[in-house]
């Protein structure tokens, strides 16, 4: 796993928080969250139990951060994309590379926040847990957020078709992370050769103008 992915700046050099993110980033993938004991995920790392408690309360906690934390790459992702992007056009398919520019290890992370997104709907009792569901919850807006400004932006400079951005934004993130749900770093498909299929998807979607439809034609 990319510890940098799983690292935040508060996180010292001799602190097991990122090397636990990543164990448990494989054991939900393996067995998924349900399946999954919150000892195994010690195990893996090499520590006691008793430990694991130190840096997570719960398994929740654990896996609401890994979200957290996959939510958060993606948004550095995308800026990191589009910054100079000459256009909205370029800009959308450097987005739609970048969100497909990740090691077997984070394609893992995002198929786990994809499966468990529900889990955002829902308060926590814990306090630690609800904290880590509210910054998700508002990492999603803010990524949806970023898509719809980048759609704003094609349309204000006439590169697309003056639709709702709010629900393009939408279709396109449905597009792009439905992919999770099947894709596998094993099968016989190369994330590649998806990121390429998929922007231009996306670019068809959004910069095409509206299909004649049968009435409309007269036929």
Avoid at 132 to 149: C, F, I, Q
Avoid at 178 to 196: C, E, H, K, M, S
Wanted: with cysteine; proline share 4%.
């Amino acid at each position: 796993m990319s510890i940098a992915a799983l690292t935040e700046t508060d996180d010292g050099p001799r602190s097991k928080r990122p090397a636990i993110l990543a164990a448990a980033v494989e054991c939900f993938g393996e067995a998924g969250y349900e399946g999954t004991k919150w000892s195994a995920v010690a195990d893996r790392v090499g520590i006691g139990q008793t430990a694991l408690y130190h840096y997570f309360e719960s398994k929740a906690h654990c896996l609401l951060t890994v979200m957290r934390l996959g939510l958060r790459n993606s948004e550095t992702a995308f800026h990191a994309a589009t910054a100079d992007a000459p256009t909205a056009l370029a800009g959308l398919g450097a987005a739609v590379g970048a969100a497909y520019a990740l090691s077997p290890q984070e394609v893992q992370q995002n198929r786990i926040l994809v499966a468990n997104i529900g889990l955002l709907a829902t308060p926590r009792s814990s306090e630690r847990e609800e904290k880590e569901r509210l910054a998700s919850r508002d990492l999603v807006v803010r990524v949806e957020r970023n898509w719809v400004e980048l759609i704003e932006r094609g349309i204000a400079d006439g590169e697309f078709p003056d639709r709702d951005p709010v629900i393009m934004a939408r279709s396109l993130l449905g597009l792009i992370t439905g992919v999770w749900r099947w894709y596998r770093p094993d099968g016989a498909l190369d994330l590649d050769d998806i990121a390429t299929f998929m922007a231009g998807c996306a670019a068809r979607m959004v910069a095409a103008e509206e299909p004649v439809t049968v009435e409309e034609d007269g036929r």
